[in-house]
């Protein structure tokens, strides 16, 4: 094997909902990341049967643990264990970051990130590590079944009195929900200025990405669309 | 180090020796592109052999269409860790479509392009071999867009990003040079038995 791993510990776990968590994991060594990045996760069964598994970094850059978001996939069988199984203290292996192409390493030009469901999470990296650049704005645009989906909500309002965080419910929509609902559409790009934003990021499952791109091509032609994917669950 | 309360599955001795080192089983088929899907007009397509952004020859969907195909069924290994059994392609080999064009191979590296872009390196040698194709069916049916259709190559011996989508030009070239995924840290060559993810 040419890659290294370190060892971790999973330090939290935070249930979302019934289809997502959150878990934290100290990593030893762990020497920080660009957000967008990526790890493979490394378990292994008694018998060293190993499991691996690419999950993007939820957390902001920072030298001693990282987050990852977690869909639990009925048969998935790295999935099930973290959401059904896992416990503070469980011991299993982390490489080093990965990817260098759905990155922002800096932000010095108006960028927009498109989510769909747990495709959230190399935004929340992103956005969490609060680029110093203050000329430079990140839209973020999620769509999620449900209220419980959008990942730090509270937070993201807070923080965008600017409106530059735009949320979207398709399925279970609650009863005062004065945000956006449905499924993606043109509409919700019009209010844009057309000619601000240079790269547009989305994540989220292939059927997603693919209905983004399609709208996305339209809307704003000649920008660099970068995508990242995981399969329809 | 033994993760506590992980047991796994799919973990028979068959799929073992199957699976190259790091790989999981998997049944579905997905899709990874870094960039938009493109629409592509199967009778509007063409693959170019050039050496020294010179164009050697051409070839379109209708002569491609009179090429000898071979149908064949392998294991594809993805270096994002899934490796799907037996998955069925048809298309021509590189290896016929060279012969048919009678053209002399000038180098010992290509770089293979396509038509969003994309690009990645590949040994002649490794083009060359039987099994690489220029592919049009995947489980007998027109290979859909976002699997790389309409046209798509086949390198089903290395990990499956040499297999690029959309395939549209071979660039013989001198010296081994870094493609997309290449140049982002993978490796340069990517055998999946030898685990060569990342350079």
Partial sequence: MNQHFFKAKISSKKIINAELCLIRLSVDGWKGHIPGQYVEICLTAQNDYKAYRPYSIASKPNNKYIEILIERIPEGEVSTYFYDISDIGDELLVSKPLGQFFILPIIDKDVILIAGGSGIAPFMSMIKNRYSNKKFQLTLFHWSKNFSGLVDYDVLIKQNEKRNYYPYITQEIPDKWSKGTGRINIKAFEKLNKNLYHKIFICGSDTFVENVNGIIKETFPHREILNERFGDV | ?199
């Fill in chain 2, 1 to 199: 180090m033994v993760t506590r309360g992980f047991f796994g599955k799919g973990n028979d001795d068959l799929d073992k020796k199957r699976l190259p080192p790091g790989q999981y089983l998997e049944n579905r088929f997905p899709v990874l592109s870094a960039e938009p899907t493109p629409d592509i007009n199967l009778l509007d397509w063409k693959l170019s052999f050039s050496y020294n952004n010179e164009i050697m020859a051409e070839i379109d969907w209708n002569s491609l269409n009179k090429i000898k195909s071979t149908e064949l069924t392998k294991d594809i290994h993805c270096v994002t860790r899934w490796t799907k059994f037996d998955m069925n392609w048809r298309g021509v080999s590189v290896q016929n479509i060279i012969k048919s064009l009678d053209l002399e191979v000038p180098s010992d590296w290509v770089m293979i392009g396509a038509s969003t872009g994309y690009t990645t390196n590949l040994p002649t040698e490794d083009l060359l071999r039987e099994f690489t194709l220029i592919a049009y069916e995947y489980e007998k049916k027109p290979i859909t867009p976002e699997h790389g259709g309409p046209i798509r190559l086949l390198v089903p011996h290395l990990y499956f990003w040499k297999s690029a989508k959309w395939v549209s030009s071979i660039s013989f070239i001198d010296e081994d040079k870094p493609g997309f995924w290449e140049n982002y840290g993978y490796h340069m060559y990517g055998d999946p038995w030898k685990e060569q993810r990342y350079s």
